[in-house]
Nanobody
């Protein structure tokens, strides 16, 4: 099992940058694939980005590709989401998630077993 805690959310102006951090506890953290999801008010939770256990494979939603970067440091038990050129439509609660690795990866929330409590990101002028 793994426990996840997100941090780094806040208020930022359009075009600004923010870095989210996911701190993980658990001796098996390095064996999990990790993902970031987000949920805006009145909308369903949507996939943002994922990274394999080794960090070699990453995948992004089209809406954030080229602006967001996911990375992980297994030695530090952390996963990061660097968000650049933020837009108002990026406003949401962002969740870190962990799940078993699988061929081809997964963008489905049901394939992730553990979730953090979320951190609020608000992009507004």
């Amino acid at each position: 099992q793994v426990q996840l805690v997100e941090s780094g959310g806040g208020l930022v102006q359009p075009g600004g940058s923010l870095r989210l951090s996911c701190a993980a506890s658990g001796r098996t953290f390095s064996t999990y694939a990790m993902g970031w999801f987000r949920q805006a008010p009145g909308k369903e939770r949507e996939f943002v980005a994922r990274i394999s256990w080794s960090g070699a494979n990453t995948y992004y939603a089209d809406s954030v590709k080229g602006r967001f970067t996911i990375s992980r440091d297994n030695a530090k038990n952390t996963v990061l989401l660097q968000m650049n050129n933020l837009k108002p439509e990026d406003t949401a609660v962002y969740y870190c998630a962990a799940g078993p690795g699988r061929p081809g990866g997964s963008q489905a929330s049901h394939d992730y077993d553990y979730w953090g409590q979320g951190t609020q990101v608000t992009v507004s002028s």
